[in-house]
């Protein structure tokens, strides 16, 4: 199994550009199967979860074929298939929004529960409280959600909790249902309103995608587009924690500065020099960081996808951290790994107490999720000797050429094939 080792100490310098949005790339990707016509979508990164993505589609009767190396054309002339099998939705759980749009292109849907996850229970009863409203029946058998609905109607309907994935599903449900459908209390990710955007230039009438109410009007058919993906938020928070662990110097290009208000703001509260250029976004550190408080939150706060990557930062500040998880239950598998490198950190319930220390020591690590994985590798960068980072596959889910960006900007890192490398 591939391994990634990184000898820690030097301050990355120089440019580097973000790539697609894993989390807007795929469930605009499930919603190609809502036309028989051919959907071109651009700046796709190519990681794992958008390969299976690709996999599921072809299952379910669609052709997929790279354009060149970030555009895909997904035709769904025909759907020979209902179903997305265990196999390929517990691998990624982000499968389980192909639900709306398969139901709403063809009245039957047959999709496997993702079981649990690593960071939380992860649960999909808002998703199918909301495919129900809409009017389908819905049963669970043998570990599957079967839908089926050959005509749903619009409805009005309240989430309990905003959430990312439940949002995405019933609006792509909703597109072609009889008359208006209103979600309340919707998620406002960017990734929510990039699929919105995607789905109207398709002929959907959605309207209010980033607020808190999304009105849909149900459209007798969609058609296909050529749609771009929003550059990743995600990736783009990442690349700015690993240039201030490094206390390097480093030009983000592309990177989709509005969507990263409440990341920059916690970074200059650490103490981090963020400047917006025309060229792009250049972070730069070159005193000690100090420490902040902060919160994980939906969209536009701080995003949990990036409580990782800031607590290996602030285990080297000057001071004491604290960091609330509110979004899963189980987010800070890192922390324990992070203790194995030397940080100092105190974990209780959803709240860790990190006490800066002066100094981190690469050790074998490996983490259990993509966010946490990549958080090992940045407290790597800044660590003393060799961190040699274990199950990279985690990493290949969601992070493009990740070890080939940050050497580009001068980090000793390579990929080994093989067992463990000791310092
Ligand atoms: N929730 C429920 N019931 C549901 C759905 C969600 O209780 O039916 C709860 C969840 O358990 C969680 C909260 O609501 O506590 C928020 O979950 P959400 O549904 O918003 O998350 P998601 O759609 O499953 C997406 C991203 C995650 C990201 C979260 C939060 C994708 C493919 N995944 O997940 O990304 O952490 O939103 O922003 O878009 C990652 O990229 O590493 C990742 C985990």
């Not at 997904?74 to 982000?94: D, G």
């Amino acid at each position: 199994m591939d391994r990634i080792i990184v000898e820690g100490g030097v301050p990355l310098k120089g440019e580097v550009s973000v790539s697609g949005s894993k989390n807007a790339a795929l469930p605009i990707l499930m919603a190609t199967v809502l036309t028989k016509e051919p959907v071109i979508v651009r700046n796709v990164p190519r990681v794992r979860d958008v390969f299976t993505s690709l996999q599921l589609l072809e299952g379910l009767g669609a052709q997929c074929r790279w354009l060149g190396d970030h555009d895909v054309e997904v035709h769904a002339a025909k759907i020979t298939s209902h179903e997305a099998p265990y196999e390929l939705v517990k691998t990624m759980r982000a499968s389980f929004v192909v639900l709306g749009p398969l139901l709403a292109r063809t009245g039957r849907a047959r999709v496997s529960t993702p079981g649990g996850c690593a960071i939380g229970a992860r649960p999909v009863n808002l998703h199918i409280s909301g495919i129900r409203q809409l009017g389908a029946r819905v049963q669970l058998r043998f570990g599957y959600v079967e839908a089926h609905g050959e005509r749903l109607v619009g409805a009005r309907m309240w989430l309990d909790a905003p959430s990312v994935g439940a949002t995405q599903n019933i609006m792509m449900a909703a597109v072609m249902a009889k008359g208006r459908t209103l979600i309340e209390n919707a998620a406002r990710e960017p990734e929510v309103q990039d699929l919105a955007k995607m789905l109207n230039s398709m002929g959907a009438r959605i309207s209010g995608a980033g607020s808190h109410v999304i009105e849909i009007e149900g459209a007798s058919h969609l058609h296909g587009t050529d749609h771009s993906v929003i550059p990743d938020r995600i990736e783009a928070g990442s690349l700015m924690a690993a240039a201030a662990i490094t206390g390097g110097d480093v030009l983000i290009r592309n990177a989709p500065v509005d969507q990263l208000d409440s990341v920059i703001a916690k970074l200059r509260e650490a103490a981090v020099q963020i400047e917006n250029t025309a060229a792009g976004l250049r972070v730069q550190r070159g005193v000690a960081l100090k420490p902040v408080e902060l919160r994980t939150l939906p969209y536009p706060g701080f995003p949990t996808d990036l409580q990782a990557q800031l607590m290996a930062l602030l285990s080297i500040g000057d001071g004491t951290s604290i960091i609330t998880e509110t979004i899963f239950e189980n987010r800070f598998m890192h922390a324990l790994e992070l203790l194995r490198m030397g940080a100092d950190i105190a974990m209780k319930g959803a709240t860790a107490v990190i006490r800066g220390v002066p100094h981190l020591s690469g050790a074998p690590v490996m983490a259990t999720d993509l966010r946490a994985s990549v958080s090992l590798v940045i407290a790597g960068l800044a660590a003393d000797d060799v961190t040699d980072v274990g199950r990279v596959y985690h990493l290949d889910r969601g992070y493009e050429a990740l070890e080939q960006k940050l050497a580009s900007l001068g980090a000793r890192i390579e990929r080994v094939k093989g067992t463990s490398v000791q310092p």
